[in-house]
């Protein structure tokens, strides 16, 4: 009963309060005013009474405890006439007032202002920074390679523009970045020497575009948004861009769309100096290359973190009038791969004999800018070890591809390219088999490669158990969204993303997806003793390290490695060229070969040997990759740029990285 009296006083005193609140400023102030003077007078009281030096008689007393109360809050406290003292009342409150209000105008203008500025509306005064437009899950990946790519720099800074509140911008990329590298991001004091400046604003709107300074900029990163729509707003940010820049600038535009026929129009929309990427197309590529050569996506990722060896130029110097021969051995700590030449053209392993002119710049991999010196390593090349090998002809192979997505038909189509003839691919999915086959690069005729299609779920043990998946001599594993049964009918006109009978895509439930088939073809492997070559495509990075496969398998996480390749070509525009052409099935492209086709293994041999075998057989050595480390990280056996004077001992199951003509 006590609790409860007790409760219900409570509840009144505070229905009381809320009352009293909601009464008004006069209300507010007059009770206000009333708490202070039933506190003060009662306090100044004590003290005059307890003041042994305080007036005898009552009046003097009472004059004393006036002036304490006039002096604690402000009022004067004067004593004399009535007049008097009411003039000084009057004085005191308009002064109390007037400071009062002043302090009022400051405040509020402050909060205004505060408020803006975490509202990230006012203009960034920057030059020569880098423009991130957008948002998605590629931002951390993009504004981590960044800050690696400006770690030298004295002064840099990165701003990002998106239609989010800037503080939750600045949190999120300050717990990715701290999650990462252990270090926290600054965003008023910056993050070692580049600073983060998050803006709020729609991408697709000019003016709120000029709140980043695209103009001044020395580059402007276009990332795709999740969703279907996200390559329309690729490409309206890209036509806002041209309407906030009208005058073209120094600046490099990068940018990535996710449908293959979107491409042409953003790149349109992007200008003739703008860089568009086809994140389909190219995660096709690199699936097909990784699943014949595996190891490739190691060194890919190698190549396109700043954190390792990656591709730079250097001037020819004293190599003008020289061969392109005999510039692969001029290099001790960097590997040569081609020429870029004054007009900006990129050559990729040019024949030997090519002459270098004297506005050519070096191709090569380095550890940095600064490691790129001229050290000749001709005298370290031991004759005695090379050998000469054939190269072999293709085999025909068997391929498995599970699951179905909107890049299932480029890798059907790129797979026709690589493979040898009378090679057969399985396609195990979800998907409608007749749209399925009606599906550009399906529909078309192959030379190389015959398909057939077998509907079902690869999440299905059974089913997969069924298929002897440990016969195939390469396994794809895609994803692909669940969904009901389609029902056949008339296949509709073909088209490049025409509708297979799935789901809307999302990479959340894709990985999920996969992450089980990956579970049950580590289950088969282990119980056939035989584990397939398998290369495996993700969205998240996240989801790749909880992937139940063995260490340094094949992986292509598709937002990483489009976030990686963006972020390079920002920092160097002629590499657009370098890896449209590595990942094109003409051209060259990198390669992962045997050891034993170039130098005998019953030795140790120089890194400059290999160089030089490999020269002979117009290919440009870049690194090795020895069976022995494939699986312990985080290098996985690989390893890029080595010195040329470096001696090893290689074994008959090691392989060579060149790059070389398909």
Not at 139 to 164: C, D, M, T
Not at 575 to 592: I, K, M, P, S
């Amino acid at each position: 009963m006590a609790q409860r009296h007790a409760t219900s006083l409570a509840l009144r005193l505070r229905y009381r309060f809320d009352h009293l609140m909601a009464g008004g400023t006069t209300a507010l102030i007059g009770w206000f005013a009333l708490a202070c003077l039933a506190v003060v007078v009662p306090a100044s009281t004590v003290l005059v009474w307890s003041d042994r030096a305080a007036p005898a008689t009552l009046s003097g007393r009472l004059a004393a405890v006036w002036v304490s109360v006039g002096q604690t809050l402000k009022i004067g406290g004067a004593v004399g006439s009535p007049l008097y003292v009411l003039a000084s009342v009057v004085l005191a409150l308009v002064a109390l007032l007037f400071v009062s209000t002043l302090v009022g105008l400051i405040t509020t203008g402050i909060n205004r202002r505060i408020m803006l500025l975490r509202r990230g509306h006012s203009t960034v005064l920057e030059s020569g920074h880098t423009v991130v437009l957008g948002w998605s899950d590629q931002i951390f990946p993009v504004v981590g390679e960044l800050l690696a790519a400006n770690a030298n720099q004295r002064r840099s800074a990165i701003a990002v523009l998106a239609p989010k509140d800037k503080v939750e911008m600045e949190e999120e990329i300050s717990t990715s970045l701290t999650g990462a590298a252990g270090t926290s991001a600054g965003f008023s004091t910056g993050t070692g020497t580049t600073r983060i400046i998050c803006r709020n604003g729609r991408t697709t709107d000019p003016t709120a575009l000029a709140r980043v300074s695209p103009g001044t900029a020395k580059a402007v990163l276009v990332l795709p948004p999740e969703g279907d729509t996200g390559d329309a707003q690729v490409v309206k940010t890209l036509l806002a861009l041209d309407a906030a820049v009208p005058e073209p600038g120094g600046a490099v535009v990068v940018a990535a769309v996710r449908d293959t026929r979107s491409h042409l129009t953003a790149r349109l929309a992007a200008g003739p100096s703008g860089h568009v990427l086809c994140v389909d197309d190219i995660i096709a590529r690199l699936l097909v290359q990784t699943a014949r050569e595996p190891g490739l996506s190691l060194v890919y990722q190698e190549l396109l973190d700043f954190a390792g060896d990656e591709f730079y130029t250097a001037a020819a110097r004293g190599l003008a009038g020289r061969t392109f021969g005999e510039a692969l051995l001029a290099f001790s700590t960097s590997s040569v791969v081609g020429l870029l030449h004054a007009d900006g053209g990129v050559a990729l392993n040019p024949d030997p004999g090519t002459t270098i002119g004297a506005g050519d710049r070096i191709v090569l991999v380095s550890e940095d800018d600064d490691t790129a010196v001229p050290a000749d390593a001709s005298s370290c090349v031991d004759e005695d070890a090379i050998v000469t090998a054939r190269p072999g002809a293709p085999e025909a192979e068997r391929l498995l591809l599970l699951g179905w997505n909107r890049r299932a038909p480029l890798v059907v189509e790129q797979l026709d390219q690589f493979v040898g003839p009378g090679s057969t691919l399985d396609v195990v999915s979800l998907a409608d088999e007749v749209r399925t086959r009606a599906a550009p690069g399906v529909a078309e005729a192959r030379t190389h490669l015959e398909v057939a299609f077998r509907r079902g779920d690869i999440t299905d043990p059974e089913l997969l158990a069924k298929l002897d998946v440990p016969a195939y001599d390469r396994v794809i594993v895609i994803g692909e969204t669940g969904h009901e049964p389609v029902p056949h009918a008339a296949a509709p006109p073909p088209a490049r993303a025409i509708d297979l009978g799935l789901a809307p895509e999302t990479g959340t439930e894709s990985d999920d997806r996969t992450l089980v088939t990956l579970l049950h073809l580590r289950a088969i492997g282990e119980a056939a003793g035989r584990e397939p070559s398998l290369t495996t495509e993700m969205s998240d990075d996240g989801n790749r390290l909880l992937a139940p496969a063995r260490e340094g398998a094949d992986f292509i996480v598709s937002g990483r490695l489009i976030s990686l390749l963006m972020t390079q070509i920002s920092e160097s525009p002629y590499l657009a060229a370098v890896f449209e052409e590595l990942f094109e099935a003409e051209g060259n492209e990198l390669h992962l070969k045997p050891v034993t086709d170039y130098v005998r293994t019953d030795r140790e041999v120089t890194f400059a040997t290999l160089v030089e075998s490999a020269r002979r057989r117009r290919e440009c050595a870049v690194g090795y990759r020895l069976r022995a480390g494939a699986a312990t990280g985080p290098a996985y056996g690989v390893q890029l740029n080595p010195d040329k004077r470096q001696r090893v001992r290689f074994g008959e199951h090691d392989w060579l990285i060149v790059l070389a003509e398909s």
